[in-house]
Structure formats: structure tokens, C-alpha cells
Nanobody, 125 residues
Framework: QVQLVEFGGGLVQAGDSLRLSCAAS????????MGWFRQAPGKEREFVAG????????VYADSVKARFTISRDNSQNTVYLQMNSLKPEDTAVYYC??????????????????WGQGTQVTVSS
């Protein structure tokens, strides 16, 4: 059974850092690109960051570039999102997702095959 479980969300102040983790099981993790998406209240879900199977390629949304870092540990079947200099507009439910491909990570929801349930990140001003 495929599972993606996100950890690490919470309530922080603007300027703080937070690291999200996503533990994968039920599929061959190293065959998949991984991505993080987020959905703020009243808004569409949007792409945040993606990483390919070997960590040789990463991609970020402009809104998080230079503040967020995506990484993965294939030996632990886990993908991470390090979030620094958090802003109130980063408040959202954050989801990890898996895309069965060896190429560069995609930024479109439709490309991803599996999704986690999400973890809430709230940034107060």
C-alpha cells in the first residue's frame, strides 16, 4: 500500500525556519521524482519545489527560491523541505507527492501519481 506521510508542520513566527519531512512506503522511492505543493485557504494548490530521483536536479517556485531547499534520502525513503525566512504568505497545508519518472522534476499536479495527506504550516506576523 502506497503511503506518503508528512511531518514537521506547525505554528511559527515570521523569519523562523521549519523543516518538513515526508516518509514514503509501498513503492520504490528511488524510482520517483518527489515534489512539495501547498494550498493556502481559498486558493488553488500550487507547486513549491521538486527533486529528481538522484538529487541532481531541483526546481523551485519563484516565491520560495533562495528560502526553501528540497532534499531527499533514498536510503530512508524520505524527502525534506527546509524552509527558512518564513513569511505569513507561506501559511498553507503542505503536501508531498511522487512522480514515476527519472527525468527532471515536474511542477504540474497532474504529473504526480501519489499524494500525502498534508501538514499545516502557519506563519504568524
Amino acid at each position: 500500500q502506497v503511503q506518503l506521510v508528512e511531518f514537521g508542520g506547525g505554528l511559527v513566527q515570521a523569519g523562523d525556519s521549519l523543516r518538513l519531512s515526508c516518509a514514503a512506503s509501498g513503492f520504490t522511492f528511488s524510482w520517483y521524482s518527489m515534489g512539495w505543493f501547498r494550498q493556502a485557504p481559498g486558493k488553488e494548490r500550487e507547486f513549491v519545489a521538486g527533486i529528481n530521483w538522484s538529487s541532481s536536479s531541483t526546481v523551485y517556485a519563484d516565491s520560495v527560491k533562495a528560502r526553501f531547499t528540497i532534499s531527499r534520502d533514498n536510503s530512508q525513503n524520505t524527502v525534506y523541505l527546509q524552509m527558512n525566512s518564513l513569511k505569513p504568505e507561506d501559511t498553507a497545508v503542505y503536501y508531498c507527492a511522487a512522480d514515476r519518472k527519472f527525468g527532471p522534476p515536474g511542477s504540474e499536479e497532474a504529473q504526480y501519481d501519489y499524494w500525502g495527506q498534508g501538514t499545516q504550516v502557519t506563519v504568524s506576523s
